[in-house]
């Protein structure tokens, strides 16, 4: 590995980093991005029974309890009762896109990098390529040795950026699949509270 590095020239490392920064945003948003954490079965379970019986305290007493998103999402509904079903409704969607926009973390990072690793094995490249044609200038072809650094050097970095680059769009398509899916249950959940607080409300 510390051979391929030194042969690739400087540039590999920024590209080294920009690696580690990807698998790590992934495994994080991977193992964060859990149904389980921000709609949970048993705290909904209980929540819609709350709901139900028009405990509204109750149910918020809960929310407080469980720090999730749909339970955020829920005080916000459970606080303003006295507002207007339309204005509700409002910041229910308020609270839903704020906690939509929080899954969508790290995923500008993962676009960023899915950019940059491919500029940057394109700027080693043309490096290596000028390094050759110095050589070539001072040396001639005949010397076959000194060629084949610059020319080997424009090849690593090409190859590390894509390979940099390529496995961070993978990455950044199954986070992305991950945080609709836990938008949709968000959106799901959030729409049943307001039809059981409705109904409580028309009875």
Not at 11 to 33: H, K, T
Not at 71 to 95: C, F, V, Y
Not at 157 to 174: D, K, Q, R
Not at 175 to 195: D, F, H, P, Q, W
């Amino acid at each position: 590995m510390l051979e391929i590095l030194e042969k690739g020239g400087v540039l590999m490392y920024p590209i080294l980093l920009l690696s580690i920064i990807s698998l790590a945003v992934f495994l994080e948003r991977l193992v964060s991005l859990r149904k389980n954490r921000y709609v949970p079965k048993n705290f909904m379970d209980k929540l819609y029974v709350f709901l139900q019986n028009k405990s509204f305290q109750d149910a918020r007493s809960l929310c407080d309890m469980n720090n999730c998103a749909i339970g955020d999402i829920s005080k916000t509904i459970l606080d303003n009762l006295d507002l207007p079903i339309s204005r509700l409704m409002e910041l229910s969607e308020e609270a839903g896109r704020f906690q939509a926009k929080k899954l969508e973390r790290f995923l500008p990072t993962l676009q960023t990098i899915a950019n940059i690793a491919p500029l940057l094995g394109l700027l080693g490249t043309v490096v290596g390529m000028i390094k050759t044609f110095v050589v070539i200038s001072q040396q001639g072809v005949g010397n076959a040795q000194a060629l084949a650094g610059g020319i080997s050097e424009a090849l690593l970095t090409t190859a590390a950026g894509l390979s940099v680059a390529i496995p961070t769009v993978i990455f950044y398509h199954i986070i992305n699949s991950r945080s609709e899916k836990v938008v949709y249950e968000l959106e799901g959940a959030t729409s049943n509270i307001l039809n059981l607080i409705f109904k409580e409300e028309t009875k």
